[in-house]
């Protein structure tokens, strides 16, 4: 229960001046026809993966690698418009990518 709902509950009497607004849970992402290409590298000899492709504004695809991170529970970065995350995650990455409407392409292996 949030705390309009509680206010509601004491206050029933009470009309609010402010209409009420609907949020949205998910973030509003660009969606292209372009597919995204979904790469594996070693670098270092570390094992990583790489989503480029994205056509879109670069907050867009910020907004994307945070997400990703956080679901996959990985590092990574946002370099020369490339996503850069830890480890071979290529399958989840693209069954994530797939829900969210995005075109996915693996390249290599």
């Not at 209409?19 to 998910?26: A, G, H, K, V």
């Not at 970065?77 to 392409?105: A, C, H, P, T, W």
Request: aromatic residues 8%; neutral net charge; charged residues 35%.
């Amino acid at each position: 229960m949030d705390l309009q709902n509680q206010l509601k509950n004491l206050f029933p009497d009470h009309v609010s001046s402010e209409p009420e607004q609907e949020i949205s849970d998910e973030n509003q992402i660009w969606l292209q026809d372009e597919p995204l290409l979904c790469k594996y590298e070693k670098r270092k000899g570390k094992p990583t993966t790489i989503i480029a492709g994205y056509t879109g504004a670069d907050e867009d695809f910020k907004k994307l690698a945070k997400e990703l991170k956080t679901k996959l529970s990985v590092g990574g970065s946002f370099k020369n418009d490339e996503i850069i995350l830890q480890g071979d995650y290529r399958d989840q990455i693209m069954s994530m990518l797939k829900e969210k409407g995005f075109k996915v392409k693996r390249v290599g292996g």
